[in-house]
């Protein structure tokens, strides 16, 4: 796939995630070391799927939640593993008491993966209550350890003002959360403080009233990641690896040495307490160029090997699609998010690069070797032109 020019724009690598389909561009060569199918993604109906059975590793082409049938990308996520065991419903290691009661017999509801795997439960308390998994469930908190609970929830059946809290009986609970009618996922991040385990709690409600909840994760880390079932035990999902390799997939496009411009657009997360890759080149020294978003301030920064960097004055929006270019002529960079000033820097980069890594750095070229600054999130595009552009063109194409 030698083409010089994609576009008309003078551009030679235009990769637009958001209308591949089910296919990836075959210059990107893609794995994830799942032996079974465990990784799930939102499809253009809006439920969650699970990859096919036959394709374990395949690629995960992603669509809103709430937009339903909207893609938003290529999903790139770090592994990741569900702690909690019989995840999906609630009838198996789960215990119920103060103000929750299971139904008898047991209801199973529609779950949002658009099969019989929910649990409906009454509430017949108002101000408390508590839905917890016991020691069944076969895990305890690590002190000082960040966790993230998540859940899918929807409030049914006569139930108005309805409140969830997440949380751990030693370190307290979440602020309230009003929980709507319609299926939704929710999350808490929280530093465990003791051994005991998470805790999905009411804050209020009418005296009688139902819910249905489904997927409870519990993992390591301060961001929800995609649900993972689990049955009789933890499960853990791979990372996801997209590189474009050494070779002519890779000099077939990027033909402007030391000189260039990369133009990106992503959907971005909530602020977690690392940095999050967009895309990388070589992990050498003066060949490395390190689009990323900042951990503590979620800026966009340009980094080498060096590693120094540049960082935008102008933070990337949290839960939205943001657009991030970075323009360069050797060691000379320019650096724009969403339309914003753009920054001028002075990074080492000297040496072309032979191989471009998405969603997470690598020093090999084959694998992500950073999985811990993975993006956690979809690609939607990247585009390359073998020139350097102006400040003013990166600024119109990040608009």
């Given at each position: ?14 990769l637009?995630f958001t209308?591949m ?10 794995s ?10 939102i499809?253009?109906l809006?439920y ?18 709430t ?20 995840s ?37 308390s ?31 059946g ?5 409140n ?13 959360i ?13 530093t ?8 999905l ?27 993972i ?22 000099s077939?496009?990027?033909t ?27 992990d ?17 920064r ?19 699609i ?26 080492a ?51």
């Amino acid at each position: 796939m030698g083409r010089v020019a994609e576009t008309g724009d003078g551009s030679t690598l235009s990769l637009d995630f958001t209308t591949m389909g089910s296919t990836l561009d075959p210059r990107i060569t893609f794995s994830r070391a799942d032996a079974t199918a465990r990784a799930t993604f939102i499809n253009s109906l809006g439920y969650v799927e699970t990859v096919p059975t036959l394709q374990p590793q395949a690629p995960r082409f992603t669509f809103s939640e709430t937009s339903i049938g909207t893609p938003r990308g290529l999903l790139l996520e770090a592994p990741a593993t569900n702690l909690l065991k019989n995840s999906a419903y609630a009838d198996t290691g789960w215990i119920v008491f103060g103000g929750f009661t299971k139904p008898s017999p047991y209801v199973l509801v529609t779950s949002p993966a658009n099969d019989l795997t929910a649990s409906k439960l009454n509430f017949t308390s108002t101000g408390h209550g508590l839905f917890t998994n016991n020691v069944q469930m076969g895990y305890t908190n690590t002190v000082g350890a960040t966790y993230t609970q998540s859940a899918w929830i929807r409030a049914t059946g006569g139930t108005t003002n309805f409140n969830i809290r997440f949380g751990d009986s030693a370190v307290g609970f979440s602020a309230n959360i009003p929980i709507t009618t319609t299926w939704t996922r929710y999350s808490y991040s929280y530093t465990a403080i003791s051994a005991s385990g998470p805790v999905l709690a009411s804050a209020s409600g009418t005296a009688t009233g139902e819910f249905e909840m489904w997927g409870f994760q519990l993992e390591l880390g301060s961001q929800a990641s995609s649900y993972i079932q689990t049955t009789t035990a933890a499960v853990t999902r791979a990372v996801d690896t997209a590189i474009i390799a050494a070779g002519t997939n890779f000099s077939s496009w990027y033909t402007g040495g030391t000189t260039g411009t990369f133009v990106t657009e992503w959907c971005r997360c909530s602020p977690t307490t690392t940095q999050r890759t967009v895309i990388a080149t070589s992990d050498v020294l003066n060949q490395h160029l390190h689009q990323y978003i900042a951990a503590t301030t979620s800026r966009l920064r340009l980094a080498d090997k060096v590693p120094a960097f540049i960082e935008t004055t102008n933070a990337s929006v949290d839960n939205s699609i943001n657009k991030g270019a970075f323009s360069y002529s050797g060691s000379v960079q320019s650096l724009c998010l969403n339309g914003g000033t753009v920054v001028p820097g002075t990074l080492a980069f000297s040496v072309a690069p032979t191989f471009l890594s998405i969603g997470g750095p690598s020093t090999n070229g084959t694998s992500i070797t950073d999985t811990a600054v993975v993006l956690n999130n979809a690609i939607r595009k990247i585009k390359y032109f073998p020139t350097r552009l102006s400040d003013g063109q990166i600024q119109g194409l990040t608009t």
